[in-house]
């Protein structure tokens, strides 16, 4: 488990990409989408720096999710 642990800044860093691409798109759904694929890297983010007792890394984190949810927020017309 402590591997699985050790490794999963590649995931989060990867979804973290992959998230910023999305958010930059014009397309007011795949926008939200990054929203939400942020918030997934928040969450992986997180479990990482607890795990590393990265703990600027978790505060980072959860002020980030803040301003996820605030784009989750203004985004969410665009999704239906």
């Known amino acids: 488990?402590?591997?699985?642990?050790d490794a999963m800044q590649w995931p989060a860093m990867a979804v973290t990409v992959a998230?910023?691409?999305?958010?930059?798109?014009?397309g007011k759904r795949r926008r939200h989408a990054g929203?939400?694929?942020f918030v997934v890297s928040n969450v992986l983010w997180i479990a990482w720096g607890l795990h590393a007792a990265a703990?600027?890394?978790v505060a980072l984190q959860?002020?980030?999710?803040?301003?996820n949810?605030?784009?989750l927020w203004?985004?969410?017309?665009a999704a239906l």
């Open 1 to 5: 488990m402590e591997d699985i642990l």
């Open 19 to 26: 998230a910023s691409y999305l958010v930059a798109s014009k």
């Open 35 to 37: 929203f939400w694929t």
């Open 55 to 57: 703990y600027a890394v």
């Open 62 to 67: 959860l002020f980030l999710s803040v301003t």
């Open 69 to 71: 949810v605030r784009g």
């Open 74 to 77: 203004k985004t969410r017309a």
